[in-house]
């Protein structure tokens, strides 16, 4: 008895309104960051300068493009190749991997100075420089975790390719799923200079 | 649909699923929204029950019932339950879930799934709130602002709280999501925007202060976990952080918050008044476009609770003059509700007296917030039990009250059963000779100087506390009979028609209860206003 209810336009506009609030949910943290900034300029770039900006600049080409190869994944799709759509999935969850792996590393060392929330070390420095590290582990870790979701979410959108449950005829999951990638992409876009480049 | 006419129980019969499971996995919009209405009460009945327990501490000086860290505690939880448990999700969530879709003609909201979801993110809130009050090492004592640095360093069960209002957070994000798109999308043919119920057009405005604020107050929540467990000390001056901007974060939510509590209530007025008084609501579009000005200009005022710590004289001067903006549209409703009843044929059933007595308190707790909008008064009463009798006005004697009205005037709908109207006035009447007892000898208090959130006070203050203690008493026992009388209508009382009250918004055209789909195989087409009384009769029950 139940009519089926479908409404794309409706799915993507609900998409739009939920990045939006995790625009919100950042920009809370890019206010914190704004604040310490102005407060403390000298050790902001003193601290700045102890990232790897290796491992930032490779994790920036690895998301951006995790980017092209997930909105290729959605043209794919429209396309009717479902294989392809599949490995371009399994290759943005690929990078996403890579990314998280590149970050495991960078946290290591850091870690292995002493340098994470709370430690004796941190406590030691001038206050800008603690308040630069707590904001860059809180913030690339909240990051971190939503690309650990958005890995899962393609994971299971392509699963539901594989068995036919997202088609062309129907692959606006899909699509928000891919926005939902570029939005973890965009943020990432303005972490890497706030936190590694202009200081 | 095979059911006979004396066998008919729409949306409560039928379903995929029998029994429980029926309940839990369903994702209709009247099943969710009868499920938050149970748990959103229960709650109330809790957080009521413990400010009971704060008057009766409060009812002579010195300690009477309870030790200084328990009443701590019990004003935390109290506050926590009554605004992230109850005020919030109250209307929109249970009111919003029940009617909305049939309001603007759909057969549900536009993500089903995620509003059961949304359902989910609340129990699991609540479970963690009241797990907070007994494992741990003690009941939260923060006050329900978890202001730092008092938050970050006690040894109280902070965390679970917060995580609480983090799910809360998350549920109320995700029902402002979902209405916000059905309403935009799902609107029956003639269901223009000129034509939507008011309390659509309030939940309208709600769902974007609910989508464009709450991940504010979330991001805040994680960063006190954050401070808590890493000791990280963004928001402690002594390593460099700043506790006033924690309240610059927890005040851009948590102002416009009070916007998602009031708003809904003032459409459930707006729908309530020009029924009982015949007479279409004066200023549709005065109304409709109010309430998008009250969320828009309510959000660029949180400074105002903020003068007494610490603000440039020029940032006070504008958050006071934003403040008394807000002002205008909140009275531009209660102008045209009252211009709405000029000449009405008035009927005091009880929901009205419900609305009527919402204008009544709504308008002392609303000249209040002008009083604190005022840097000068506000210096004076910050912090007093000013701010108590005030906000209670507001939340209470305005959004609860709403609520209130919306159980008697929709409850037949969906129940499809009558109350005893004798027994509602009764309960009506004690509620609010006690409310206006209670809370207005805390206003005086406040002027005074008696300091709010202390559990002992100086002998001048005694035979106001006992008033309001006593008065307390009063509304609790107005409660009592109220929810006995409503439980009782709901099991067994007359049987109601489709229109009991003579509405014309769409919910009454529909079977009480209304069917599954709302409106069966045909969707309806919508010819005329939600206020167009002409022709349309109420049942006889
Ligand atoms: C039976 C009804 C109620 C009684 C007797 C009552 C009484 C009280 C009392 C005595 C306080 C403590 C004030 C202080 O120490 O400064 C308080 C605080 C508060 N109440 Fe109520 N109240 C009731 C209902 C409500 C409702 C319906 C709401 C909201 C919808 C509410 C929201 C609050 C809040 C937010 C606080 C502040 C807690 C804090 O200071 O952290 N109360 N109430
Ligand atoms: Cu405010």
Request: avoid cysteine; glycine fraction near 12%.
């Given at each position: 008895m139940s009519i089926e209810h479908r409404d794309d336009t409706g799915a993507r506009f609900g998409m739009w309104l939920f990045l939006y609030t995790e625009v919100i949910l950042f920009s809370g943290l890019f206010l914190l960051y704004a604040m310490a900034l102005a407060k403390f300029p000298n050790d902001f770039s003193n601290a700045s300068h102890r990232l790897n900006i290796y491992f930032g600049t490779v994790n920036t080409l690895v998301l951006l493009t995790s980017s092209l190869s997930i909105a290729m994944a959605v043209t794919a799709l429209q396309r009717g190749r479902t294989k392809l759509t599949l490995i371009l999935c399994g290759t943005t969850v690929f990078l996403g991997i890579v990314f998280l792996i590149n970050k495991y590393f960078e946290w290591?060392?850091?870690?292995?100075?002493?340098i994470?929330?709370?430690?004796?070390h941190l406590a030691e420095q001038a206050p800008g420089v603690a308040a630069f590290f707590n904001l860059y582990f809180f913030t690339l870790g909240l990051h971190g975790l939503h690309v650990v979701i958005g890995g899962t979410l393609i994971t299971v959108v392509a699963i539901m390719t594989a068995k036919g449950k997202v088609t062309s005829e129907r692959y606006t999951l899909l699509e928000n799923t891919a926005l939902y990638w570029h939005l973890v992409d965009l943020i990432w876009i303005f972490l890497f200079p706030l936190y590694y480049l202009i200081l | 649909m095979s059911e006979t006419n004396s066998s008919y129980s729409g949306f409560w019969q039928q379903g995929q699923r029998r029994g429980i499971l029926g309940w839990l996995l369903s994702t209709d919009h009247k099943r969710i929204g009868i499920m938050y209405l149970c748990c959103v009460t229960t709650m109330f009945i809790v957080g009521a029950c413990l400010g009971l327990a704060l008057r009766l501490e409060l009812i002579a000086p010195g300690p009477t019932v309870m030790s200084a860290q328990t009443y701590n505690a019990t004003f935390t939880v109290h506050g926590v339950i009554m605004i992230f448990l109850f005020i919030i999700p109250s209307i929109p969530a249970s009111f919003g879930n029940l009617l909305m879709p049939i309001m603007i003609g759909a057969r549900d909201v536009s993500f089903p799934k995620v509003n059961l979801i949304s359902w989910y993110c609340y129990i699991i809130g609540a479970v963690l709130a009241i797990l907070s009050i007994f494992t741990g090492t003690g009941a939260p004592d923060t006050g329900w602002t978890f202001y730092v640095p008092f938050s970050t360093q006690t040894t109280t069960n902070i965390d679970l709280a917060v995580m609480a209002a983090f799910m809360l957070g998350f549920s109320s994000i995700l029902t402002g999501l979902n209405f916000l798109t059905t309403i935009h999308r799902?609107?029956?043919?003639?269901?223009?925007?000129?034509?939507?119920?008011?309390?659509?057009?309030?939940?309208?405005?709600?769902?974007?202060?609910?989508?464009?604020?709450?991940?504010m107050i979330g991001i805040?929540?994680?960063l006190i976990v954050f401070e808590r467990v890493f000791g990280a000390g963004l928001f402690d001056a002594a390593r460099g952080g700043d506790p006033i901007l924690y309240q610059h974060m927890f005040w851009i939510y948590s102002h416009p918050a009070v916007y998602i509590m009031i708003l809904p209530g003032m459409g459930v007025i707006s729908e309530v008044i020009p029924v009982f008084a015949r007479k279409p609501l004066f200023g549709y579009w005065a109304m409709a476009l109010s309430s998008l000005a009250i969320a828009f200009a309510g959000s660029l005022v949180w400074g105002h609770h903020m003068f007494a710590s610490g603000m440039s004289d020029m940032a006070i001067l504008i958050f006071s003059f934003l403040t008394f903006i807000v002002a205008i549209p909140s009275a531009i409703k209660v102008f045209n509700w009252v211009s709405t009843l000029y000449k009405g044929s008035i009927q005091l059933a009880p929901p009205m007296l419900y609305a009527l007595s919402f204008i009544f308190l709504f308008s002392i707790g609303g000249l209040g917030g002008l009083v604190l909008g005022a840097a000068a008064s506000d210096i004076h009463l910050t912090d007093t039990m000013f701010v108590v009798g005030h906000f209670h006005y507001v939340m209470f004697g305005g959004t609860g009250f709403a609520f209130f009205?919306?159980?008697h005037y929709w409850l037949p709908k969906f129940f499809g059963r009558m109350y005893n109207h004798k027994r509602a006035v009764i309960a009506w009447a004690l509620m609010f000779v006690?409310?206006?007892f209670t809370y207005m000898p805390m206003q005086v208090l406040g002027v005074m100087g008696m300091p709010r959130r202390y559990y002992d006070y100086l002998p001048q203050f005694t035979t106001l506390n006992q008033v309001s203690t006593v008065g307390s008493?009063?509304?609790a026992l107005g409660l009592l009979v109220m929810f006995v009388n409503l439980w009782k209508g709901i099991r067994s009382g007359t049987p109601v028609g489709p229109n009991p009250w003579g509405g014309a918004t769409l919910e009454w055209q529909i079977p009480s209860p209304p069917p599954i789909e709302n409106f069966g195989e045909e969707d309806p087409v919508v010819t005329h206003g939600p206020y167009?009384?002409?022709?349309v009769v109420a049942d006889e029950y």
């Open positions: 290591s060392a850091e870690i292995g100075h002493g994470y929330p709370g430690s004796h | 799902l609107r029956a043919k003639g269901m223009t925007w000129g034509r939507l119920p008011l309390f659509v057009w309030t939940l309208y405005a709600t769902a974007w202060v609910q989508v464009l604020a709450t991940p805040t929540l994680l009205a919306a159980l006690g409310f206006n008493w009063v509304m167009d009384f002409k022709g």
